[in-house]
């Protein structure tokens, strides 16, 4: 069974994930430290990322990270948003493992129609992550079209 690690920040997403690939692979999710091991019935937690906005930049929780990855030879990342995608150049550096990204929806179109000011910034942020993963999946068509058409 081949060992994939899922960057989530719920264990309920975490289930759901789990639901489909916890068959074929032995899955580890990285978590806020409030989130319990209780909600993790069938995968492992770990808790290496704040409460709050600085779980997003914490250097930290990227060193232990890829310590563990390195550790338990994770083969799979599945990041379920790009907010933690700085991550990416770094785990590459470290690992071999290969990074898939999974999209909710455009964010900085999201924050642009709600008139956040840094929306552009976050669009080229979002770019670069997606730009540096092996596999992108994104919920809608129109999400899709929209990152082919803006490479």
Known sequence: ???????????????????YLGKETELYVLGTSENSQREADS???????????????????LIK????IRANKIKTILFEHPYLGWYIPFIRLFTSSKIIC???????ER???I????????????KWVLKKCDLVFCITEEDKLFFIESQ
Not at 65 to 68: A, M, P, T, Y
């Open 1 to 19: 069974m081949s060992k994939s690690l899922v960057i989530v920040e719920s264990p309920s997403k975490a289930k759901t994930i789990n639901k």
């Open 115 to 126: 008139g956040k000011p840094w929306w552009r910034f976050l669009s080229i942020y979002e």
């Open 111 to 113: 924050f642009r129609s």
């Open 65 to 68: 990270l890829i310590s563990f």
């Open 43 to 61: 995968f492992q937690l770990l808790g290496y990322l704040n409460k709050g906005r600085t779980r997003y930049i914490n250097p930290f929780a």
């Open 102 to 108: 999974h999209t909710h929806n455009v964010e900085s």
